[in-house]
């Protein structure tokens, strides 16, 4: 299809397309996409506009092709009319950046064998235009048994690992995939109990919608329980009338317990959503502190920090 330009020559829109995808596309990936997004989203809505007005004589359609969200392919899709040569969109695409996975089980348990635990992202697309699935994770769901999967293992910095000695108090707290790397612990710890080593009580805070539908490890929870190495409490945010909707409510439901584990030397391991959670979290660890020791707020938002300095409190957060 060709572009009208107002001088009323007509050029092919893939041009345009190409010169400006190449100004905006420094930093390949998601994030970097996005913007060029806009760019491309500007050049397609322009030519679209002018199609629909030609055949109908009319507007633009009622959804503006800027809204956040809409993917280069998703506006190629949407007006067909548009060409964009294959090489210019690849280039747009960059290259597939990693996806990053907690390792969720223990190598004494099993040293060949390495567990994830990994939240399938997939809803109505934000765009308005059909279903969002997420590139890794809807790769994974597809997977079957003996397929191959290509992957290496990063050591994150600062690390996010148990402490060294098996009898130190832990506090988990890991609401959905959350859980991912605390579930290895707990399994290095259910391990090593196994095997006569005392090790100390983790406090386990874990959160879902129900119980019926989407709570991880729940068995496995119940019996590291009887086995009298965890203490599990849990948040259940579409469950009325139980105690906690979010781990920051049990946390500050389990004000006492939490206070003495801390007291007891325990490692704090916050694992999950670094937006919202994580934050909630802190404060309601800064908050028991507060009602504890009856400091100012200063002082209990600068204790969690105090925490990390010393290694006691880490965090693998992730959006
Ligand atoms: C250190 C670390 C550890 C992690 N550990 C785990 C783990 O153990 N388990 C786990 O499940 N995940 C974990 N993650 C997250 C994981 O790496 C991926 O980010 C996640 O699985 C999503 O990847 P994806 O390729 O499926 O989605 P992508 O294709 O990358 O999609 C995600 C992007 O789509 C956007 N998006 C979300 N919903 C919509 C929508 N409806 N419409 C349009 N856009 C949307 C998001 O804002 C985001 O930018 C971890 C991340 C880090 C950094």
């Not at 041009?15 to 997004?37: E, F, I, L, N």
């Not at 109505?124 to 059909?130: F, I, K, N, Q, T």
């Amino acid at each position: 299809m060709g572009r009208s330009s107002s001088s009323g020559s007509t050029t092919p829109p893939h041009d345009s397309v190409s010169r400006r995808a190449r100004a905006r596309v420094a930093d390949p990936g998601p994030a970097a996409v996005r913007p060029a997004v806009g760019r491309v989203g500007r050049v397609v809505a322009g030519a679209a506009r002018e199609v629909h007005a030609g055949v109908a004589g009319q507007g633009f359609g009622a959804r503006p092709v800027s809204r956040a969200w809409s993917s280069v392919l998703g506006l190629l899709e949407r007006f067909e009319a548009v060409e964009l040569p294959l090489a210019v969109f690849l280039e747009m695409m960059g290259p597939i950046r990693p996806r990053f996975y907690s390792i969720s089980s223990a190598p004494s348990a099993n040293p060949r064998h390495v567990r994830l635990t990994v939240g399938l992202l997939e809803g109505p697309a934000l765009s308005g235009d059909g279903q969002y699935r997420g590139t890794c994770s809807a790769c994974i769901a597809a997977l079957e048994p003996g397929d191959v999967v290509y992957g290496y293992v990063r050591v994150p910095s600062p690390t996010f690992a148990p402490p060294a000695d098996p009898a130190t108090p832990l506090i988990l707290i890991g609401p959905g995939t959350g859980i991912a790397p605390l579930r290895g612990f707990l399994e290095e710890r259910a391990t090593q109990h196994a095997n006569g080593t005392q090790v100390g009580l983790s406090q386990v805070f874990v959160g879902c919608r129900h119980p019926e539908h989407d709570y991880f490890y729940r068995q496995e929870m119940q019996d590291w329980e009887q086995a009298g190495i965890a203490q599990v409490h849990t948040a259940f945010s579409a469950v009325t009338g139980h105690p906690a909707r979010f781990v920051q409510n049990a946390i500050a439901g389990a004000a006492d317990t939490v206070w003495q584990a801390i007291q007891d030397g325990a490692y704090i391991y916050v694992c999950g959503d670094g937006r919202r959670m994580a934050p909630a979290v802190r404060e309601a660890l800064a908050a028991i502190y507060r009602q504890k020791t009856g400091s100012d707020d200063e002082t209990a938002q600068q204790w969690p920090a105090q925490l990390e300095t010393d290694e006691r409190y880490q965090q693998d957060v992730f959006a």
